[in-house]
Antibody
């Protein structure tokens, strides 16, 4: 059974960079598309970015200038959000998509990241 | 950006009753719509994709319909574990989610 687990700091200071990692077990990153999605009380569920192991990154235009998604290894991928503000406070989920522009079939449990000084 | 509007915001029903949830897109999205269920403290769970296809392991009491701009998720007979928040998501142009509908116990 495929499992995903987010990790990283739970607290980030304003103007700094938020860095999260997703570890995939029970399967390889070398197939499918992998995604980051966040959920905040103010904006609900928001897709952030997709990546394909062989190359190809896709970003939400509203976040593209501040975000980078990357594959770290055969079972990990990451997210960076630069110049964070309080509006970036959210639960961040990593997920596996069924295709480049498709639905999300496997999700991590989610990780709360707060932006505060 | 395609905006998805879900209604009602909250639906109060009893176990065994039928739930009908609506998702309206701001423009045509053909059948490029998925539905998810989310319980407190959990990630969303994929229920339906391509507007009407049940995901693996999803009970037959969940059904989806619609095309173009108007979509419906129906739960034929509510089980206790079905009380949750439901979200729709479109993939016609980028990926966006609706604001959610909560199904609560009456």
């Amino acid at each position: 059974q495929l499992q995903l687990q987010e990790s990283g700091p739970g607290l980030v200071k304003p103007s700094e960079t938020l860095s999260l990692r997703c570890t995939v077990s029970g399967g390889s990153i070398n197939t499918h598309y992998w995604s980051w999605i966040r959920q905040s009380p103010g904006k609900g569920l928001e897709w952030i970015a997709n990546i394909y192991y062989a190359g190809g990154t896709y970003y939400n235009p509203s976040l593209k200038s501040r975000v980078t998604i990357s594959v770290d290894s055969s079972n990990q991928f990451s997210l960076e959000v630069r110049s964070v503000t309080a509006a970036d406070t959210a639960v961040y989920f990593c997920a596996r998509a069924t295709g480049r522009w498709r639905e999300f079939e496997y999700w991590g449990q989610g990780m709360l990241v707060s932006v505060s000084s | 950006e395609i905006v998805l509007t879900q209604s009602p915001a909250t639906l109060s029903l009893s176990p065994g009753e039928r739930a009908t949830l609506s998702c309206r897109a701001s423009q045509n999205i053909d059948n490029n719509l998925a539905w998810y269920q989310q319980k407190p403290g959990q990630a969303p769970r994929l229920l339906i994709y391509d507007a009407s296809t049940r995901a693996t392991g999803i009970p037959a009491r969940f059904s989806g319909s619609g095309f173009g701009t108007d979509f419906t998720l129906t739960i034929s007979r509510l089980e206790p574990e079905d009380f949750a928040v439901y979200y729709c998501q479109q993939r016609y142009n980028l990926l966006t989610f609706g604001g959610g509908s909560k199904v609560e116990i009456k």
